[in-house]
Structures are given as C-alpha cells and as structure tokens.
C-alpha cells in the first residue's frame, strides 16, 4: 500500500497542472465572449453605426475593465468548483429519495451558494454591459408633490436575480444530469480536435438551458417578485416608482426587450461555465503514460503495475488502465516490458502485477452481478433469499476457484457504485465495504426513522417473519404438529392450511407516511442496472489490455509468462460473459436509453453495460482466434469447455 505523499503525487503533478491549464485557456477565451456578447445586446437595427460606435467606445471603458476582471474571477473560482467536485465513477440515483438526498446535502448546498452568488457578479456585469434602463439599481424619482427622491430600479433588480435563479438552477441540474463526470472519450483525439467538435453541442446547451431558466424564472418572479423588492426598498431606504408598471405582473412582464435581455444574459453566463467545464473535461482526461519499469527506487511508485493497484485517486487508475489498454495495442516496445524478467531472480513481475490486477476488477464485477441476481427480483423490488439462492452455480465456483491463486495475496478491489457525487475524487479515503447499487443507505442523515423500521429485521417470533409479498398479509407461524419435521417422520402428508385452526387476525395497516416513504423508495429498475455498471469503463480496459496482450505473447512472450496465467484468465472471462448474460436476460436490462442533447451531462454512462459486453465477447473472440485448438490443452471446468467451444467454432 502506498503512503499518502505517494498516492497524491499525479494529483499535485498532473492533474492540478491540467485543471490550471484549463482554467487558463477559459480565461483566454473570455474576451472574445464578451466582445460577442457586448454587439448581441447592444446592437440596433435601425442604427446598426451608432451601435457598432458604443459597443467599441464601452469595450475600452473602465467600467468595461472591471466587469472583465469580475468575470476573471468567477471563472477562474468555477474551474476549481469542477477541480473540487469532478468524479470519473458517476453517481446514479436508484430512488427518488437517494435523488432527493443529494440535493439537499450539506456539500450540496454549499455548492449552490456559490452558484448563487456567482450568478449574482455575471449578471451584475451583463447589467453593466447592457447599460440603458439596466445599469443601476436605484433612480431618481418625484413624489406627488414634485419632491425628488431615489426609487428602486426594478429592472436592475430582475437582472441580478435571474443570475442568481440560472446559477442555483444549473447547480441542481448539475446533480441531476451529473454533470461533474468526467468520460474518457474511445477514440483519442487531439485537444483542440475535442474543443472544437463540442463548441456548437456546448452553445446549443446553453441557449436551451437559458431559455428553460428564464421561463421558470419569469413564473417564479410573478408570484413571488414582492418579496425581494420590499426588502431591497426597506434595506436600502428605497420608494417604488408608481409611474411604471410593477414588473411581477402580467404587463410589466409581457416586455419582449426585457425578455431577450434575460435570455441573452443567461445564455452568456451559462456558456462562460460550460466552456470552463469542457475544458476541464478535454484536459484531464488527456492520455498519460507511465513508465512500465523504472531503474530507481525512489520512482518505482510511478509506474504502471504499482500505480494499478492503488485505490486512490480514482482519476489516477482510470488513466493508468487506459494507458494499459493503449500500450497493448500500439506499443511493441513497451509490451516487451511488460513481458520482461526480473533481474536478478528472473520472475515477471510485471505480468503478474498487472495481471493480478486486471483479473481482480473482472471478479469484482462478476460477483457483483451474482449478489444482484440473487438479491433482486425483475420488478427491481429486494426479495428473500432461499437455500438454493444461497449455492453457486459450477461455473461461477470455477471462477473464484480459478482466480483464487492470484488474488489471494490481497483484497479484491471494491469499487462501490455507484459513488458518491460528493466524494472528493483526488482525495484517498478508505474503500468501505461491496454493497448492492440499490440498498438504501439508513446512516444518511436524511433517513428517517419510518425509513429505518421499514428496512430494519424482523424478529423470528414476529408473525411478520418469513417471506411477505405484501405489507396487508401476514404470514402465520406453523404449529407444532404441522411442521415439515414431524411430517416426514411420521409418514404422514403435510397437513394443509385449511386443516389447522387458527384464530383469525386482523391485517395490519401501515401508515400514510410508511407508505409513502415505501414508494420513494422503490427502485427504478433501469437505474439499478446503470448503477451497477457505472464503473465498467475500468473493466472494459481491464478486459482490452489482457486480451491484447494475451494475443501478443503468441509471438512476443519469449518466457512463455502469460501461459501460466491462460487458464486463470480465460475462467474469469468466460465466467464474467455468463453473468453479463444472465443480467441481460432482465427485462430492464436491455433497454437502451434515450440520450439527451439539450444538456452538458454527459450521458455515456447509461450505456456501458452495452459496451462492456460488446467488448467482453470482443476479447474471447481475440484469444480464441490467436491460439485456436491449442486452448483446448487449457484446463477449465466442463462449464467453461463446453462455452469456450463455442467462440472456438463462431457460433457465440
């Protein structure tokens, strides 16, 4: 296990390098923005000259300089947010109440704050800019008598808190469309490449997303706007001008200028931080290459075999896996490494570190796929376990005997989905134990105590014990004389239910707030599924680097060291494709899901299972067309034989 000091090194060195670097580039991309930006809201029609003229005479202002720098800064804060909350395991919600949780925890909410007052500075800055009836929050104003004084300017004011609403609204939306993923795209472009195949899916987000907010916003503003005004006036010694109309009514409302002012601004401020958040995407998940081996000591936590095996920072094995999955597929060289004997000693500790690791994560996967079929019914509901639940099948004992030899000098690797959204990603925690996608967790904060009784045992005296298909039947303890036991032994039949008198009970009600914390609960099916694949794309390199380099040590492997491990590495293959295709057999399973365009999220997630069986058949097709009929002097179960005969013969 590495130290601490040793474990945060790529996060110190690269990854808070590349997050900089990101945040620079946005800050670089800023002024044009603005530029486009000042034209959009101060250009005429009818005098497009003079337009042109304040739009260059306002760029070169001081007051210009200072919405810059303002804007500079909310930037720069974002891409450290995105540094501070990005994970590469998505968070998948099983259940609205998981949902619900989210959004209100603690971290959450110190998000959206700053959301919020960000939103506040950009759309203080578009007032700025858009100048006109917009610039400052109070003016002068005469009473009924002819007297001056300062009125609130509630055209300012509706500016800055649509700032504030877009802002908190793009943080929930964060949450909900998990927009602080990070994918890693499968075909590896150049940088710039990324960017700019994104910018127009980028723009499109934000003017939809804008338009949504301020349609929401507009609503909210109609009830609720005389809240806000009232207490800007009573704090600010301010009147309300009575020679205008109240902008939370129908007509103050129904201004179309005041209505692409808000769209405009909107727009600008989400598109500012979502080209802050496509940068930082493009730049850390740029490829790294570790080095296989190293001739010093001091480096050797550096390399790829020991960099595998750490836990922590997720980013860190993910990109460690994927330049796994490169250099066996491109990297002779490198491969050869891989490959190579120790001296002195002359053992492959490379193979078997990297190896070990690999078939480690493919046995995680598969035993989770096994707890959930025997824990889950199709309809998504938890269901009792039964004797027979309890055996496993010969093959799936024939992957963890197979595997056992090379796993057995530490833990299994736990990666529990799905994560959390609020889990600092580049930070090391210890891993807590496996647990099912869709068991609720009752040491949140936000389980109540219905909630808990609801999940929590059952006595064995309770007349509760036993398997219930509904909360309204109880299930009546057998008697003495009737049970199995005794039956079998005396030779008599079991006697039926009708036979043995019982006194009859009233069904018990569960009450309203029961049932419905019951049914928040539920589980969506489909997001069980994803939940339980959200970290496949670590299996799915782990799956392409020891396919690809099984198939080069047909040729390359001078030691014959991948041999040893054919047998382990094909059982836990062909063990993991049964029961991806046990799971895909579930109704919820197969169901591909409809992408959304009009959102930053990044969607990918919901297809990995796809891909991880895609790539899963890929790779045994990869091995047995390499090695052919010499895979049939590899030991294996008769299980695996008989499947393995059938990608030998193509009819998989």
Avoid at 452 to 471: E, I, K, M, N, Y
Avoid at 567 to 589: N, T, Y
Avoid at 622 to 628: A, D, E, H, L, S
Wanted: proline letters at 6%; hydrophobic letters at 40%.
């Amino acid at each position: 296990m590495l130290s601490a000091e040793q474990s945060c090194w790529f996060v110190r060195k690269v990854i808070f390098w590349r997050a900089v670097a990101s945040i620079a580039w946005a800050v670089l991309l800023l002024p044009p923005i603005t530029a486009v930006f000042v034209i959009i809201s101060r250009f005429s029609l009818l005098h497009p000259i003079q337009a042109v003229s304040e739009c260059l005479s306002f760029l070169t202002s001081a007051s210009a300089i200072f919405s810059f720098i303002l804007l500079c800064g909310v930037i720069i804060m974002v891409g450290f947010l995105n540094l501070e909350y990005y994970t590469v395991i998505p968070t998948i919600a099983c259940s609205k109440i998981a949902l619900l949780g989210q959004l209100l925890h603690p971290r959450q909410f110190v998000n959206s704050l700053a959301h919020c007052i960000m939103g506040i500075i950009v759309a203080w800055c578009c007032a700025i800019t858009v100048g006109g009836r917009y610039e400052t929050i109070a003016d002068p104003c005469a009473q009924g008598d002819g007297s001056p004084q300062m009125c609130l300017n509630e055209y300012h004011l509706i500016l800055l808190l649509a700032g504030a609403f877009v802002g908190f609204s793009h943080s929930l939306l964060g949450v909900i469309y998990n927009m602080n993923y990070v994918s890693f795209h499968t075909v590896q472009q150049y940088k710039y490449l990324r960017f700019k195949g994104s910018l127009s899916l980028v723009l499109k987000c934000s003017a939809t997303q804008a338009l949504y907010s301020v349609r929401n916003y507009i609503v909210m503003y109609f009830f609720l706007g005389y809240i806000p005004k009232a207490w800007i006036c009573k704090t600010l010694n301010l009147h309300l001008n009575s020679a205008v109309h109240p902008l939370d009514s129908i007509a103050g409302l129904l201004d179309l200028s005041l209505l692409y002012h808000l769209w405009i601004s909107a727009s600008f401020l989400l598109f500012t931080w979502h080209i802050t958040l496509l940068l930082f995407r493009v730049f850390v998940t740029e490829v790294y290459s570790f080095p296989v081996q190293s001739s010093f000591t001091e480096n050797a936590h550096q390399c790829l075999p020991t960099v595998l095996t750490d836990k922590q920072p997720m980013i860190l094995k993910f990109l460690a896996l994927q330049d796994l999955a490169l250099l066996s597929q491109h990297s002779p060289s490198r491969r050869s490494e891989v490959f190579s004997l120790s001296q002195p000693g002359g053992h492959p500790h490379n193979w078997n570190a990297i190896s070990k690791e690999c078939l480690s994560l493919l046995a995680d996967l598969t035993q989770r796929l096994i707890v959930y079929h025997d824990t889950v019914a199709t309809n998504g509901r938890a269901k009792s376990l039964s004797t027979g639940s309890e055996r496993k099948t010969s093959s799936e004992s024939s992957v963890t005997s197979g595997t056992q030899d090379l796993m057995s000098p530490r833990p299994t690797l736990l990666m529990k989905t799905p994560a959390s959204v609020f889990a600092r990603s580049i930070v090391g925690c210890p891993q807590s134990p496996l647990t099912a996608p869709f068991t609720p967790d009752l040491d949140s904060p936000f389980a109540s105590p219905a909630l808990r009784r609801l999940t929590a045992p059952t006595d064995q005296c309770s007349p509760w014990f036993g398997t219930v298909q509904s909360p309204h039947i109880m299930r009546r303890v057998p008697k003495l004389w009737s049970t199995s036991t005794d039956s079998q032994v005396n030779g008599s039949p079991l006697a039926s239910p009708a036979s043995v008198p019982s006194p009859k009970q009233e069904p018990s009600k569960p009450s309203l707030l029961a049932q419905f914390l019951q049914n928040r609960k539920e589980q969506l099916p489909e997001a069980s599924s994803q939940a339980l694949f959200a970290d496949s794309q670590a299996h799915i390199w782990a799956l392409e680097g020891l396919s690809y380099l099984v198939q080069s040590s047909f040729s390359e492997d001078q030691f014959g060291v991948v041999q040893t491990a054919l047998p382990s590495i094909l059982s836990c293959m062909l063990g993991l494709q049964e029961a991806v295709d046990r799971h895909f057999k579930l109704p919820h399973a197969s169901s591909k899901p409809v992408r959304s365009a009009s959102s930053m999220g990044d969607s990918t997630h919901k297809t990995l299972r796809f891909a991880l069986r895609a790539t899963l058949k890929t790779s045994i097709y990869r091995i047995t067309t390499t090695f052919g009929n010499h895979l049939n002097a590899v030991k294996m179960s008769a299980e695996h034989r008989k499947r393995l005969q059938q990608f030998l013969e193509y009819k998989e």
